[in-house]
């Protein structure tokens, strides 16, 4: 039985407690913002590596964005994935999901015989939802969405998926090569294993490819493909809490707070 070849499609993001927006250029600001990998795509990565567990085959990472990605990257090799793919320019700068998925979809054909993408249902910096559907169209592909679980029958060449729904769930059978989304917290990650440190630090184990590499339209990547423009930031207003002090002997006081309590909920 052929075996699958599966890639995982993988944003490294800043931690949301630490990210800021450049009032300038109305971009992310990452330099001062540490990194990890986007949480929905660990879950496609644990899926993945499930499948491979399950099918042998190979997992391969490919991912978006400037060389210090790197280490970040390499924890889904200790995971057990086997290859990153970095697609990395100043030329992909900027992009909106439009320029990304087009930028990444040119990613998954240099591969070729790829028998199926995983993406996590959205970004914790953008939450689209966007990505795993622009990449099917760019590729022609079917697509599974929002899937909880995943089968592969290389046999008869399909990919089966099951998704809840109101009620209960459904399962949905596409051609390969497709396009699947995970939900969200759909499993547990895995912890990195120590065993594949070595694995995880192998230079071979990471490649990088420019625009050059992936013989894309400039027009079509980065701030240039993307027709999505910020035009203005505002900050929320903060809303105090109301406060009320209740004063008075522990009678009067618990007397007091009956009365608060029964107004508010009549």
């Known amino acids: 039985m ?43 990565l644990e899926m993945a590596l499930t499948l491979k567990d399950r099918l042998s085959g190979t ?14 990257l ?8 086997d290859h990153i793919h970095l697609l990395s320019d100043r030329a992909f700068g900027g992009a909106d999901t439009l320029a990304t998925t087009y930028t990444l979809a040119h990613g998954i054909e240099r591969l070729r015989s790829v ?3 995983l993406c996590g249902e959205e970004s914790s ?8 559907q622009g990449l099917a169209e760019w590729l ?13 029958d290389m046999e008869r060449h399909v990919a089966r998926g099951q998704r809840s729904i109101k009620g209960g769930y459904e399962i949905l059978e596409v051609p390969l090569p497709c396009v699947v989304s995970v939900k969200t917290a759909s499993n547990e990650p895995r912890f990195m294993d120590f065993r594949l440190k070595a694995q995880a630090a192998s230079p071979g184990r990471m490649k990088v ?18 027709p999505t423009r910020v035009s203005g930031l ?33």
């Open 209 to 226: 490819w420019d625009a050059a590499a992936l013989k894309t339209d400039v027009n079509h990547t980065g701030l240039a493909g993307s």
């Open 74 to 81: 390499r924890v889904g090799l200790g995971m057990g994935a």
């Open 140 to 152: 022609n592909w079917p697509q599974l969405t929002l899937v909880t679980e995943l089968e592969i």
């Open 2 to 44: 052929t075996e699958p070849r599966i890639v995982v499609c993988v944003k490294v993001v800043p931690k949301p407690e630490e990210v800021r927006v450049d009032p300038q250029t109305r971009l992310l600001e990452r330099a001062n913002a540490r990194a990890e990998i986007n949480p929905p795509d660990m879950n496609a």
């Open 115 to 117: 028998d199926i993408v």
């Open 125 to 132: 910096d953008g939450a689209t939802g966007q990505v795993p």
């Open 234 to 266: 505002a900050s929320a207003a903060s809303r105090e809490r109301k406060r009320e002090r209740l004063t008075g002997t522990s009678e009067e006081i618990i007397k007091a707070l009956i009365e608060v309590i029964r107004n508010s909920v009549m």
């Open 59 to 72: 997992v391969e990472i490919l991912s978006m964005g400037p060389p210090y990605f790197e280490p970040v």
